[in-house]
């Protein structure tokens, strides 16, 4: 078997050069660059609002650290579409081809994604909303169509389904706190810039 060469330090900068939502059409590209700064910043707030108390700083930076490289295989992969993604994880079960190539790629990304399962599986719950929040609003905002709107609709149902297994699997925690940050955002619920335009 072929040995692929690893994801370094310095193939990070190469982040905003790489596109997601090709198959999906849009009125801009966004890159992973941006992609991972929005989940970063997403899951900071998610963490607070959702922990509360029960969140310590070492915990918010293990859960900012993962948001910031949780999608860096993306950059040899490119952006691939869940659908297949999802039907290969079908077809293959355990010998899933892209999880076995993003384990060779960047295997210090599964040992952050292990660590975090073992010690606070409810941390990548949060980060995995903040990554649906993110691609929503982007979709949202951004998406020209019929199919972009089908795309919205199915991450919408996948957003409630992972909120529902967060709670059940998790009840002592704000769950709803996504909830409200997404529709906060999807309509403008500060509208500064509104605001600002008008003084």
């Known amino acids: 078997m072929k040995t692929l060469p690893r994801l370094e330090f310095a193939d990070l900068a190469r982040s905003g050069h790489v596109t997601r939502w090709h198959s999906v059409r849009t009125t801009r590209n966004q890159t ?3 992609h991972h700064y929005m989940v970063t910043r997403l899951s900071n707030r998610l963490a607070k609002e959702i922990l509360g108390g029960a969140l310590d700083d070492s915990g918010l930076l293990r ?7 949780h999608d860096t295989p993306e950059l040899l992969m490119g952006d691939l579409p869940s659908p297949l993604k999802r039907h290969i994880e079908a077809i293959s079960g355990d010998k899933n081809p892209i999880r076995m190539i993003e384990k060779e790629i960047a295997p210090w990304l599964g040992e ?3 660590e975090m399962r073992r010690r606070n599986p409810e941390h990548l719950l949060i980060v995995k909303l903040a990554d649906l929040t993110d691609a929503l609003l982007f979709i949202e905002h951004e998406g020209i169509g019929i199919h972009a709107r089908e795309v919205g609709r199915g ?3 996948i957003f409630a389904a992972k909120l529902a297994e967060a709670a059940r699997e ?20 500060v509208g500064t810039k509104i605001a600002f335009e008008k003084a």
């Open 32 to 34: 992973l660059a941006e």
């Open 63 to 69: 859960i900012m650290d993962y948001a910031s490289l």
């Open 112 to 114: 952050m994604r292990e």
């Open 155 to 157: 991450l919408r149902e």
């Open 170 to 189: 998790y009840p002592q925690y704000t769950w709803s706190a996504a909830e409200r940050l997404l529709d906060e955002l999807l309509h403008n619920r």
